[in-house]
Structure formats: C-alpha cells, structure tokens
C-alpha cells in the first residue's frame, strides 16, 4: 500500500517548549492512524491513535490531530522533556497491518 | 505487565545460513505481526497471523517462512540469508484480531548477517 510519510527527519526542541510532529498521509482509504515512540534499541512504543471519524484525540501531554481534507497528521507533545527525545513514526492502515512513514528524530535541548 | 518477548535478542549469521526467530506474545494476545526494520528505515510489515492462520501478507521473501503455534507463540524462519537481511526484527501482538486494538511491540533480535 501507499506509505505515510513525515515532513522532517529531525526536529531540534528546547525543553519545556512544545513539539509538533507532522505526517502527509497519501492513502485514502486509511481509516486508522497511530503515532509511536521508538528509542535507541528499542521496539516502537505506542503513544496515541485516532480513527478517521474523529479530527482530535488528546492524551497525557500529548495531542493527535488529523485533516483528512488535506491527509495531514500532527503529534503534538506539550511542554517537552528529555525523555520526549527519541524517533517518532507515524503510521496507518485500512486494514490490519501497519504502515509506518519515515520517522521523525526529535532531540531535546536543555 | 507481561510484554512481548523476542528471542534471540541478537543473531549472526554467515551468507547462506539460517536463522530461527521466535516470539512470544502478550498472553491471551492471538494475533501477531512481523516487521522488520533496517538501519536508519522505518519498521516494514511482512506478516501476520491471527487464532494461528496467516491473516496478511507483507513484503516478505520467499525465502522467509513464518507459522504462529498452538500457543500462540510465532517463529520467523529465514533461509539462504543474504547481507540485505541484516535489520532489526520486531514481532507485534494484538488482542482479538480486532483492527483498532493497539499493537505491541516487542524490543527486537537484531539480526546481522556476514
């Protein structure tokens, strides 16, 4: 299937300022979209995910957005931390499997 | 919480060998994924399995194989293993099939081939 891609590979924030991760997304017929987390050695992490019914889905200190208008997904994390600093993928699916875009490197300046 | 397990961690292997990689799922999880991630690239979805029949199919080699077990544990069997193999290997699960229950993912064998 198509593949969900992000704007920028990596993103420079200082702590406690807020993070916003963005996401083109070129399938259609995806329904479902989820944001994760992956730190060095590690597997993704999932942090949030929200269905195509709904433009707005908020978790703890962070937020997910998605224009199907224009297929545009963001992430947003609010008042980022050092723990924040990992790769973050977004991904979609219209049916089960997972198609993740080119992650986005998010450091986190003291 | 119990998390996915992966086993081996990690894995070296010469050209032409194989290679075995097993994955335990969350318990009471029936459905699992295979993804495989090379350097510097996003994780890519090759296969998957639900109540132990496959249920999808990704970009996987021939030369790979896959079967997920009465106890729902999954092995990732890797034949004539080329340099292009060397990547990091994730195994997923997921409750019910159900296509909006969240993904697990386990922490990966890294696989390197010589």
């Known amino acids: 299937g198509e593949s969900v891609g992000l704007h920028l590979p990596t993103l420079s924030v200082q702590e406690g300022d807020n993070s916003i991760i963005n996401c083109a997304y070129s399938?259609?017929?995806?329904?479902?979209f989820i944001w994760y987390k992956q730190e060095s050695g590690k597997g993704p992490q999932f942090i949030i995910d929200i269905r195509s019914n709904m433009d707005k889905r908020q978790g703890q200190r962070v937020t997910v957005l998605l224009n199907k208008t224009v297929k545009h997904l963001s992430l947003q994390i609010a008042a980022t931390q050092p723990g924040d600093s990992a790769v973050y993928f977004c991904a979609d699916s219209d049916d089960y499997k997972l198609s993740f875009g080119a992650g986005t490197t998010v450091t986190v300046r003291a | 919480a119990a998390g996915v397990i992966q086993s081996p961690r990690h894995l070296i292997k010469e050209k032409r060998e194989t290679a075995t990689l097993k994955c335990y799922p969350i318990?009471?999880?029936?459905?699992v994924y295979w993804y495989q991630q090379g350097p510097g690239q996003d994780p890519q979805f090759l296969i998957s399995?639900?109540?132990?029949?496959?249920?999808d199919k990704g970009s996987i080699p021939d030369r790979f194989s896959a079967q997920q077990f009465s106890d729902y544990h999954s092995e990732l069997n890797m034949s004539s293993l080329e340099l292009g193999d060397s990547a990091l290997y994730f195994c997923?699960?997921?409750?019910?099939?159900?296509?909006?229950?969240?993904?697990?993912f386990g922490p990966g064998t890294r696989l390197t081939v010589l």
């Open positions: 318990p009471r999880h029936d459905t």
């Open positions: 399995f639900y109540e132990k029949m496959q249920s």
């Open positions: 997923a699960s997921s409750s019910f099939g159900g296509r909006y229950n969240e993904q697990f």
């Open positions: 399938n259609s017929a995806s329904d479902y």
